[in-house]
Nanobody
C-alpha cells in the first residue's frame, strides 16, 4: 500500500523559508514520480513541482521557479521541497502525491504537474505565510 506522510509545514513571515518532507513507504520508490501540490482555501488543488525517480528529471510550475527546490533522499525514500522567498500567496495545504513511472515523455522540457496524473496522496501539511 502506497503511504505518503508530509511534514514541515508551519507559519512563516513573507520572505522566509520552510522545508517540507514527504516520507514514503509501501512501494518501489525508484519506479515512481513524486509530486508536490497545494490547495488554498476555496481553490482547487494545483501542482507545484515533481521529480521522477526513474531518471531524476524534475519540473516546476512558473510561480515557484527560482524559489522552490525539489530533492530526494533515496536512502530514506523521502522527497523534500525547499521553499524560499515565501509569499502570502503561497499559503495553502501542501500535499505530496505519487504515481508509477513518469507522466511525461522522455526528454520533455515541459510538464504541467497535473494533479490528475497522481492517484496516491498524503494527508497534507499547512503552510501559512504572513505579510
Amino acid at each position: 500500500e502506497v503511504q505518503l506522510v508530509e511534514s514541515g509545514g508551519g507559519l512563516v513571515q513573507a520572505g522566509g523559508s520552510l522545508r517540507l518532507s514527504c516520507a514514503t513507504s509501501g512501494f518501489s520508490f525508484d519506479d515512481y514520480t513524486i509530486g508536490w501540490f497545494r490547495q488554498a482555501p476555496g481553490k482547487g488543488r494545483e501542482g507545484v513541482s515533481c521529480i521522477s525517480n526513474t531518471d531524476n528529471s524534475r519540473h516546476y510550475v512558473d510561480s515557484v521557479k527560482g524559489r522552490f527546490t525539489i530533492s530526494v533522499d533515496k536512502a530514506k525514500s523521502t522527497v523534500y521541497l525547499q521553499m524560499t522567498s515565501l509569499k502570502p500567496e503561497d499559503t495553502a495545504v501542501y500535499y505530496c502525491g505519487a504515481t508509477i513511472g513518469r507522466p511525461w515523455n522522455s526528454g520533455s522540457s515541459y510538464y504541467s504537474v497535473d494533479p490528475g496524473d497522481f492517484p496516491s496522496w498524503g494527508q497534507g501539511t499547512q503552510v501559512t505565510v504572513s505579510s
